[in-house]
């Protein structure tokens, strides 16, 4: 939480902030239309504060109504995140979020779970705690997500029970092991065991799944779904007794297509985004989504609002409130265009409409797991088999975490004198490459082809990479790859650009991630400045892609179809099976 000094000059700096009646530290009160999630109104209403709480809610006479009153609402609820995303940690990452109205978050930490197992869990509660902010995080039973993939920690159905029961967890993230409930894999039933015997709810991740192993799926008790792309998909899992997670995040925008169910089936929608990288968190977050439910689509202001708080306080029992008699006073005053003008946790005003009113401190302790040495050019070579005549390529999909693969002639390309391929800038099939971070022992490097980033002279690198989070590169050259990668690999973790100068030398652009090789300990508007600029040179390297170092990311993820790559190989992900990258061949 804050420190006693913070807490003065917060207090000190509120002193100068007066509501419409009258304020006195988290005392106070607002005249404005209030919001009632729970008896489904809008109306003009004075609202008292004390102490943090709410004391009085007195719904004015028509006299004295005024509708071009700000409304008055709960505090937004973000229902699905991986707070590493934003590649700050929970205490910076809520300095951003209360900019946009957003009080309280539903995170599941694999991300950091996957590098440094429990005590990795334990640094997000931990930085959590040091901030006015609801984190509510749970516990990851797909830590690592596959066996297709090398991760830094495992949590097993042991550590699962140990989260609940010692560090207050109070549901289980996503079962991103869907193949493993509609097999009955015994360690992921025994994990889901486990949280049925809390009778805490289990998040589900299920993308395209319909039909017959949708339903067993759902039966195993999974009650939620952020994966549907399609309304149709997301109409069948909540026929079958799902709730929906409609996400918008930096890479899987999903809202287009399903913002329909806001009318169709209110109290089983919720909005998320997922993953959310920095420069998007400035800019906007749920309070987008419901403006855009509102005045794009417009749909009922109610609807919408609910989705943003009441269905998913309700639904995983959240600590935030919704702003009744007797609770927090978790709440933020809106203007008629429903933009964000305060955001108040606990009756303290943390955002004024221009400034967060908590000060940046970077984490005391910055944990990490990185071991691997630099490479060379020569281990990003890419041998091919004489009678290989044509190679598995993964197309990565704008705005998607999913991806196509194709079959491509072996003659669209052309190798070196020791007969590595190379890749071609000009047809767009680049070389990526994913480099096991948790070991110095000399292990292959794999490598693939992929079609639709459309660098020039550049390759972009990162060790975010879902969920083992080993280091991911794709390029235009091995020089390019290897200049990307060894930059990481010296910081120990961060996002990399390198490309060819005027005089065809390498430089090299890093955002160090110094926090478990994914999270920047700097001040989250100074990381979103720089993740800023490293997407701009991706863009200015012909990258077309909105999000380049994002869809990157996801390319090693072995859970969503339909080609990924891991540091072990090429990964059908419908089949779960590893495959060769010569597509006459299979592993």
Do not use: W
Not at 13 to 28: D, E, Q, R, T
Not at 142 to 162: K, Q, R, Y
Not at 242 to 264: C, P, V, W
């Amino acid at each position: 939480m804050f420190s006693v000094q913070n807490f003065f000059l917060f207090f000190f700096i509120l002193s100068f902030f007066h509501l419409n009646i009258g304020f006195c530290s988290n005392s106070f009160t607002f005249t404005g239309n209030y919001i009632d999630v729970i008896l489904e109104e809008v109306y003009p209403a004075t609202v008292v504060v004390q102490n943090g709480k709410i004391s009085q809610i007195t719904r004015l006479t028509q006299n004295d109504s005024n509708f071009s009153y700000d409304y008055i609402a709960p505090g937004y609820v973000d229902s699905h995140i991986h707070v590493e995303s934003s590649l700050l940690p929970p205490a910076e990452f809520a300095r951003l979020a209360v900019q946009h109205g957003v009080v309280s978050t539903v995170s599941d930490p694999h991300e950091i779970a996957n590098v440094l197992g429990i005590p990795g869990v334990e640094f997000m509660i931990n930085s959590s705690n040091r901030v006015l902010f609801y984190f509510d995080f749970g516990a990851s039973p797909c830590v690592p997500a596959s066996s297709f993939e090398t991760s830094g920690a495992t949590l097993s159905t042991e550590d699962i029970d140990t989260l609940f029961q010692n560090y207050s967890l109070t549901y289980l993230s996503e079962v991103m092991n869907y193949p493993g409930v509609i097999n009955d894999d015994p360690i992921v039933m025994s994990k889901i065991s486990v949280a049925k015997s809390y009778n805490y709810s289990i998040d589900g991740h299920a993308p395209g799944l319909t039909g017959n192993d949708a339903i067993k799926y759902i039966s195993a008790g999974i009650t939620t779904d952020h994966e549907s792309t399609t309304l149709a998909e997301a109409t069948f899992k909540i026929e079958h007794g799902m709730e929906i997670l409609i996400r918008e995040g930096s890479a899987a925008k999903n809202f287009a297509a399903l913002e329909s169910l806001i009318e169709t089936n209110p109290h089983l929608v919720m909005l998320c985004t997922d993953d959310r990288h920095p420069n998007d968190l400035i800019d906007s977050y749920i309070d987008e989504l419901v403006q855009r439910a509102v005045f794009t689509y417009q749909h009922n202001l109610m609807n919408v609002i609910k989705a943003a708080t009441y269905n998913p306080v309700t639904h995983y029992k959240l600590q935030n409130s919704l702003l009744q008699i007797g609770e927090n006073a978790d709440m933020i005053i809106l203007d008629q265009d429903l933009k964000v003008k305060q955001t108040y946790i606990q009756g303290n005003l943390v955002y004024d409409g221009e400034n967060t009113l908590f000060p940046h401190s970077p984490e005391p302790n910055v944990p990490n797991n990185f071991s691997v040495g630099s490479k060379q050019v020569s281990d990003f070579a890419l041998v091919l088999p004489q009678n290989c005549s044509s190679v598995r390529v993964i197309v990565a999909q704008n705005q998607e975490i999913e991806t196509d693969n194709i079959n491509v002639s072996v003659s669209n390309f052309t190798f070196d004198n020791n007969s590595n391929l190379e890749p071609n800038e000009e047809q767009d099939y680049l070389k990526i490459a994913v480099i096991n971070r948790y070991t110095n022992e000399s292990v292959p490097i794999s490598i693939g082809i992929i079609h639709n980033f459309g660098l020039k002279n550049c390759a972009i690198a990162s060790s975010v990479a879902h969920d083992s989070h080993n280091i991911i590169v794709v390029g235009t050259s091995d020089e390019l790859l290897n200049s990307a990668v060894n930059e990481i690999i010296n910081n120990k973790g961060g996002l990399s650009l390198a490309q060819l100068d005027q005089d065809q030398n390498i430089t090299v652009t890093i955002l160090p991630l110094e926090i478990a090789g994914i999270m920047s300990n700097q001040d989250g508007f100074s990381v979103a400045q720089q993740y800023a600029n490293l997407d701009a040179l991706a863009k200015q390297c012909g990258s077309q892609l909105d999000a380049p170092f994002m869809t990157l990311s996801f390319m090693a993820l072995s859970v969503v179809p339909n080609l990924k790559i891991t540091d072990l190989g090429l990964v059908d992900s419908e089949n779960f099976v590893f495959v060769d990258i010569c597509s006459e061949f299979n592993n």
